[in-house]
Nanobody, 119 residues
Framework: QVQLVESGGGLVQAGGSLRLSCAAS????????MGWFRQAPGKEREFVAAISWSGGNTYYGVSVKGRFTISRDNAKNTVYLLMNSLKPEDTAVYYCAAGWDPTGSYDYWGQGTQVTVSS
């Protein structure tokens, strides 16, 4: 069982940056691949980024590639999402998730953190 708690969301102007954090409970955090997803009002959930258990492999959605960076610190049971050059269309609730395969399904989800980008 893994419990995930996101933080770091907020209101930022277009072009600005935010860093989201996701703190995980449990001793097996380092065994899991971690992902970030987002959902805007009226839209389906969208894949943002994922990272393998070791941090050696990362994956990004087309809309964020080159602007967002996912990383993890297994000693701190935390995964991060650094978001640069934010755009109004990045506005959404951002969720972190844990699973066995960064490109597969995810088993555990956080409650989400709101990111709002003003124009």
């Amino acid at each position: 069982q893994v419990q995930l708690v996101e933080s770091g969301g907020g209101l930022v102007q277009a072009g600005g940056s935010l860093r989201l954090s996701c703190a995980a409970s449990g001793r097996t955090f380092s065994s899991y691949a971690m992902g970030w997803f987002r959902q805007a009002p009226g839209k389906e959930r969208e894949f943002v980024a994922a990272i393998s258990w070791s941090g050696g492999n990362t994956y990004y959605g087309v809309s964020v590639k080159g602007r967002f960076t996912i990383s993890r610190d297994n000693a701190k049971n935390t995964v991060y999402l650094l978001m640069n050059s934010l755009k109004p269309e990045d506005t959404a609730v951002y969720y972190c998730a844990a699973g066995w395969d960064p490109t597969g399904s995810y088993d555990y989800w956080g409650q989400g953190t709101q990111v709002t980008v003003s124009s």
